[in-house]
């Protein structure tokens, strides 16, 4: 290990009995990352057979940039131990949903890989999604500010493709033996057993502020990114560089990423705050009436292509996965769509019991020596072994290929199939009817063979040392707004951290990626501006921006699939309302109808309208835009009411599109808003003003609103 000396580290006695730095200068190693060694009154780190660690934050490799080595027992030790943790639950990404669909090539990339998959256009291959919060247990609300997993399998006729990726394309560490140190600070803290799915708390932001590593990815998920509006709504990204190889053998390195075809969406804090009350369910509530409506979730596949020269002359080392190779640079290839087009048939059986496994790649597709790919190929299998009982995991159907397996695996825990016959080994002489399948060279997966330079040593590549510079990227190509949005999340995650040095420890680092963005989150929390962290290298000011990188400047363009609360009353305007279910209806948008009474409603025509949801059960938190199409008496006993009040002011609020008759004036009047009306809050005279509000809709949110009712950060 070798290691950067640090500036001298002064000390104080915190409100806890233990001595807390000043500095915010850790040792660290040649990739940046911080090394904290014993001596003192500080423990040796021990394996479980008390051996003593040596190093902690690196696994075992060949050379500074190879692959992972099989003998490093003390990986193998810390991560299975760390699989094991739960039962039957999974440790991470207990609270998921997950749909059938499928996958079909749109565009040929057998120029560059010879996976069956990715031959021919037009062909459907079944497929299963699953899509998961990460530090929340399976009772967790939908609406966690958190990473979402986006899993996908895809049951080739070479086998099974597992694409085992994230929503958001880069991670917090590096080296897979940090994960379960990442997760355990995550998670609930063990002497309290809270906070649930929550990272704000002292033990999450400790860990981060001693991983510099980590802070590119603290951008992502402090922004909207981690509270989605849908599942349909977000991005998946396979996050890792992993290689393709053609028949020849030649090797394309590739970033996989899925687009969804409705475009970006997420909420607001204060919104998800109040959804999770509302409807804990509300991210599965919404895949699944899509899915049984008919409007079936898609997502398009997009792969970034590259070589090795460009590998060699891009500022940041592509087996890091805490960087991304911006889409400027490398456009993204669309080649593919997923369909999910049918719901579960029992949520344990098939949600509950898929396994996915990085490893799980069919001939074509191939790895690349990423540190934390290497580490997830070996932890994902021992992690599904754990949970499902044993080796035969493969024989749950969800989980079975659905193209011809042999071999001669057999016995374990509830095993299905067993080989048939008398040779259950091979070599044999048993001839081809008995002696059971044999291997191929022609059809077989094949590696890469990259060559592995260097000596066997736990150590970070230097190229890895960059840990600001993609954060700032990140920070700058974000709108006014969405920058907002994330300094109000730094300052709400940090309000919860107890420790006063904790906080200007995040600070320090925040001051590396953008003086502004540290000045707004110290001044908020009352803190003094501290000194800037010790930064392995310093940070690229002047990187490009990347509009791909924004949620608001990439919108839909449409409210296809998005949800409207129409709040009616008895005596509504029947020809109002009947236009704005005319003009949903050719947007391809779908609408609840809210009401005092679940029975409905009878329009001015004498019409009944049956309703979705009562006042008190249907809040504004719940919809994309909102309408409200009243009677004057409706209105007056409406405007008394607090939750039609909060229906119109939290949609304020959170800056959605607000229709409203002339009769809904005194709701608004009540709800504090009549005096702040903006170009969203649209009025309803008649049927052609329907067509109107919702093409403004389109837009999603009017952000111009936020400085007027949200100031904060």
């Not at 051996?51 to 075992?60: E, F, G, Y």
């Not at 057998?110 to 998961?132: I, L, M, N, Y």
């Not at 940070?539 to 791909?548: E, K, N, V, W």
Request: hydrophobic residues 40%.
């Amino acid at each position: 290990m070798a290691t950067k000396p640090a500036s001298p580290k002064p000390t104080k006695k915190s409100n806890s009995d233990f001595a807390v730095s000043d500095s915010y200068g850790e040792p660290q190693g040649n990739g940046g990352e911080t090394h904290q060694v014993a001596g003192g009154d500080v423990a040796t780190l021990t394996t479980q057979q008390g051996i003593a660690v040596a190093d902690d934050q690196n696994s075992l490799r060949q050379g500074a940039r190879g692959p992972g080595l099989l003998e490093d027992s003390h990986f193998r030790e810390k991560m299975f131990h760390f699989d094991h943790e739960r039962i039957p639950e999974r440790v991470v990404h207990a609270r998921g949903y997950a749909a059938h669909g499928f996958f079909e090539m749109t565009d040929s990339l057998s120029d560059v890989s010879c996976a069956d998959v990715f031959q021919r256009v037009g062909e459907r291959t079944p497929a299963f999604a699953r899509f998961s919060t990460v530090a929340g247990s399976k009772g967790s609300p939908d609406l966690a500010r958190d990473v979402r997993g986006f899993a996908v399998k895809v049951y080739t006729k070479e086998g099974n493709w597992d694409l085992v990726g994230n929503n958001i394309p880069v991670f917090f560490i590096q080296d897979a033996i940090k994960f379960p140190d990442l997760i355990h600070s995550a998670k609930p803290e063990p002497d309290r057993a809270f906070p649930q799915a929550q990272t704000a708390h002292d033990n999450f932001w400790d860990f981060i502020s001693l991983s510099p590593e980590a802070f590119h990815m603290i951008m992502w998920i402090m922004s909207d990114r981690t509270i989605p509006r849908s599942l349909r709504t977000m991005e998946g990204f396979g996050i890792h560089t992993f290689r393709l190889l053609n028949a020849e053998g030649k090797s394309t390195y590739v970033k996989f990423h899925w687009k969804p075809k409705p475009g970006l969406q997420s909420v607001v804090w204060n919104e998800a705050v109040k959804i999770n009350g509302a409807d804990p369910d509300f991210h599965r509530r919404d895949m699944w009436d899509a899915i049984n409506s008919g409007d079936f979730p898609e997502w398009e596949l997009g792969v970034q292509l590259f070589d090795d020269d460009f590998a060699d002359s891009f500022d940041f080392d592509v087996l890091d996965a805490t960087k991304l190779i911006p889409e400027e640079l490398v456009p993204v290839r669309i080649v593919g769509k997923l369909v999910l087009d049918r719901v579960v048939d029992n949520f344990f059986a098939e949600t509950e019991q898929v396994a996915f496994c990085t490893q799980n790649v069919p001939r074509g597709i191939d790895f690349s020596n990423d540190p934390l790919l290497q580490g997830r190929n070996f932890s994902y299998l021992d992690t599904q072994v754990k949970r499902l009982g044993g080796p035969n995991f493969t024989h749950i159907p969800i989980n079975a290929p659905k193209c011809p397996m042999a071999n001669f695996q057999q016995d374990g825990h509830m095993a299905m199939t067993n080989p048939k016959g008398r040779a259950n080994y091979e070599p044999n002489s048993w001839g081809p009817t008995h002696g059971g399948p044999r291997e191929d060279p022609a059809r077989g997966f094949a590696s890469f063979p990259a060559t592995a330079d260097g000596p066997k040593q736990r150590v970070r590549s230097e190229t890895f040392a960059d840990h600001y510079s993609q954060a700032r990227q990140f920070l700058m190509s974000q709108t006014a707004i969405e920058q907002k949005h994330i300094g109000d999340a730094l300052v709400f995650e940090l309000s919860k951290v107890e420790r006063a040095d904790i906080r200007s420890r995040v600070v320090s680092h925040l001051l590396n990626i953008d003086d502004k963005l540290a000045k707004t989150v110290a001044d908020n929390l009352g803190l003094d501006l501290p000194q800037a962290a010790v930064a392995a290298r310093p940070t690229i000011m002047d990187l490009p921006t990347s509009d791909a990188l924004s949620i608001v400047k990439n919108p839909p363009g449409t409210f296809k699939g998005r949800k409207l609360g129409l709040l009616l009353s008895d005596g509504a305007d029947a020809k109002l309302v009947n236009a704005l279910m005319k003009a949903l209806k050719a947007e391809g948008a779908k609408c609840d109808v809210i009401a005092p009474k679940i029975v409905g409603v009878t329009l001015s025509d004498g019409t009944l309208v049956t309703a979705q949801q009562t006042i008190d059960g249907g809040p504004s938190v719940l919809y994309d835009a909102v309408a409200l199409v009243v009677s004057d008496e409706a209105a007056a006993l409406l405007s008394k009411d607090a939750a039609a009040k909060a229906f119109v002011s939290d949609a304020f609020a959170h800056c959605k599109y607000i229709g409203y008759n002339a009769s809904a004036k005194p709701i608004l009047v009540k709800a504090g808003i009549a005096d702040d009306l903006d170009d969203a809050c649209i009025a309803l005279g008649k049927g052609a003003d329907a067509q109107s509000f919702l093409e403004s809709a389109r837009a999603l949110r009017f952000w111009p609103r936020e400085a007027g009712v949200n100031p904060d950060a």
